[in-house]
């Protein structure tokens, strides 16, 4: 695996490949990125991980700061599964002159954690636009788990950036149902066990709130009562329509955005 830095490096080195997929993180690799790179590498001639904690897209300074850092295991791990490259780049690289604050995105940005983080998916946009302009990836892959995300991501690399196909991937679990995400190395041990419980509650009841046998509000409630701190959103949407669902329709996902302590869950089931 080679690691690299510079930018104009890497393109020297993608420059004649035909066959890019990429993978984008902010690092503390789990096995939920493993899945995005085994998929890559199952579909592309070279994989090109990045690791870039990209600041702009956080809210909090706190939050940017206390992100996990665990670049040393996370460049073992992706070394054992022989990934092409790991592109760290340096922020002066991707942000010569700043981040781009006029970026069009799709009105999806509205709804969700759009609300609770002003600016959040422009800039999570931005630095995608970024990537994709330096390594012209044939497929840039991304996680379910963060499906407004990967929607949002979707419909701005089709109207860009031909070239480029997104492909979304499954949400990797535990074996007690919680999303793995790199925010689950900050939790307690007890706070896991909430994030199970949480999951759990959801994932039983999906039916009955599809069938208005339950309502949204008690099922915010109760995730209260099981200890979150603060709730952002409990909502159900139709993933294709990207709207609130009405009467009969299969396509529904619960999305969940909630604390546990200072750090903010998201998952949809
Ligand atoms: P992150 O490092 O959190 O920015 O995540 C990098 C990529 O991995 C994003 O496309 C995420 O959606 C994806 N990802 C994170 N957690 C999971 C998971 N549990 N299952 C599948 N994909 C995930």
């Known amino acids: 695996m080679k690691i690299i830095s510079n930018k104009s490096k890497l393109i020297k ?47 909090k300074k706190s939050d940017f700061q206390k992100y996990p850092r665990l670049l040393k295991k996370d460049i073992s791990i992706l070394k054992k599964f022989k990934v092409d490259y ?3 780049p ?8 700043g981040s781009n604050k006029n970026i069009k995105i799709s009105s999806f940005r509205k709804k969700l954690c759009g609300k609770f983080r002003p600016g959040h998916f422009e800039a999570v946009v931005d630095v995608i636009d970024r990537f994709i302009k330096i390594i012209k990836p044939k497929n840039i892959y991304f996680g379910e788990k963060d499906m407004q995300q990967l929607k949002i991501i979707e419909h701005f690399v089709n109207k860009n950036h031909s070239k480029t196909k997104v492909i979304g991937c499954k949400t990797i679990r535990d074996k007690n149902g919680v999303a793995l995400s790199s925010r689950n190395f900050l939790l307690s041990i007890k706070e896991n066990q909430i994030a199970s419980k949480i999951y759990k509650l959801i994932y039983d009841n999906k039916q009955n709130l599809i069938k208005k046998k339950l309502s949204l509000v008690s099922v915010k409630r109760k995730i209260f009562m099981l200890g979150a701190r603060k709730i952002d959103y409990v909502t159900m949407l139709d993933i294709n329509k990207l709207t609130k669902p009405y009467k009969r329709n299969n396509k529904y996902k619960i999305f969940v955005a909630y604390y546990l302590g200072s750090t903010r869950l998201i998952d949809n089931i």
């Open 13 to 59: 080195f993608t420059h004649y490949e035909k066959n890019i997929g990429l993978v984008p993180t902010m690092g503390a690799i789990h096995q939920g990125h493993i899945s995005l790179i085994e998929k890559c590498i199952s579909q592309c001639e070279k994989t090109i991980v990045s690791i870039f904690i990209n600041k702009p897209q956080f809210n």
């Open 90 to 97: 340096s922020v002066n690289q991707i942000y010569p002159n």
């Open 86 to 88: 790991l592109y760290l």
